[in-house]
Each structure stands twice: as C-alpha cells, then as structure tokens.
C-alpha cells in the first residue's frame, strides 16, 4: 500500500486531505511544515508528498529543494494558493512534480496523487512508455511503433528524465548537473545541441513534442 505524506499547516484542509486520500486506500500521515516533513523521512518511507508552499519554518520550496539536494526522488505534488505564473514556474524549477491551485478539487487531487505514483513506478523499472514510443533504460533502446533504436547515453538519459514528467520545465543546468554530472566541464550549450538532434530524430512522432520555455529551459509534452 503506498504511504503518503501531506505537509499543510491549514489543520482542517490537511485532515480533508487525509480523509479522501485513505477512502482512496493510502496510508497516509500529516505534518505542518517542511521541517517537520523532513524529520517525517528521516523516520519512515514514503512513495509520495503533498506539500503547501506557504508554510511556517520552512516552505514548501525549500522543502522540495532540500529533498532534491539530499538526492530524494520521490514524487512531490504542491499545492498552493499562488495563481501567479512565476510562483509556478519556482515551483518546478524547485523540483516539485506537479502543481495544483487552492481550492483543490480533491478528486482531481486523487487522480493526480495516483498518476505520479503509476509514473515513479515506470521510472523504477527502467522502463518508460508514451503512446506507441517505449524507451528502456538497460539497453538505451527508444521503441516506436515496432521499430527501434539504440541512442547514444546522453541523448537517451535526457530524452528520459523529461519523458518521466511530462509537462514539468527542465533548466538547462538541471538537465548539465543530472545528466553530465556536476564536475562537467561541458557548458549548457552541450544540452541545447543534444536537445537538436532528438528533435531531429523524433520529428515525425505522434507521442511527444519537445518545447523550448524561452529563458528557461525545456519540457516535454504528449502530442
């Protein structure tokens, strides 16, 4: 059964949360910021978190941040009274996985708790799938209707990594720390000519698009 963790300091809507998430069949435990969340994992699993952005101690920014720095992968899914666009957009470029507006429809909430864990799953198996497109890690192999390809490391592991979070906006220097690792002496140039020739190779798909955020970085998206 997957265990959840929700971080809100609003007492009645983190124990509304609880409520939907356990009729949903999770286990699921409630902190009040991202300090105590963080003492929270330090003691037990948990496959995924539900996290405010304003909270006391520490927000939710920084709790994603933490997460990521200390090498934690787990899914995040924040939840926020912030409709601005750039609060948005420091939201994933913190780290986090999904992003969801107050008020929250709570089952759609469900929908998404349940589709960031089905894709943290396809991610721990090595094994991706969009459409007709499956790309398997061990071999380095992107499969389309049939036909496959083995790619170079580079181009397949920075393929993957935007193709596990669809929608999610990649930095630059994300994609240079995560895939050529932080002592590279490459400078992010190398990821925009990487980010060519996949485009090159997959014009013609019917899955996926790349996107270019312009000063910021790149996403993919379903097509």
Partial sequence: MFKILIAEDDKELRQLFEHVLQKSGYLVSGVSNGREALQALD???????????????????????????????????????????????????????????KPVNV????????????????????????????????????????????????EFMLLYKMASFPGRIFTRQQLMDEIWGYDSESDTHTVDVHIGRLRERFRDSRDFRIITMRGVGYKVVKA
């Fill in 107 to 154: 089952n759609e909430m469900v929908l998404r708790v349940g589709a960031l864990l089905r894709r943290a799953q396809m991610i721990n198996e090595r094994r991706l799938t969009l459409g007709t497109t499956v790309m398997e890690c061990d071999s380095l192999t992107v499969t389309v209707d049939g036909d496959a390809m083995v790619l170079p490391q580079k």
């Fill in 43 to 101: 003691e037990s699993y948990f496959d995924l978190i539900i996290s405010d952005i304003m909270m006391p101690e520490m927000d939710g920014y920084a709790l994603v941040e933490s997460l990521r720095e200390a090498g934690h992968h787990l899914p995040v899914l924040m939840i926020t009274a912030k409709t601005a666009f750039d609060d948005m957009r420091q939201g994933f470029l913190s780290g986090t996985d999904d992003y969801m507006v």
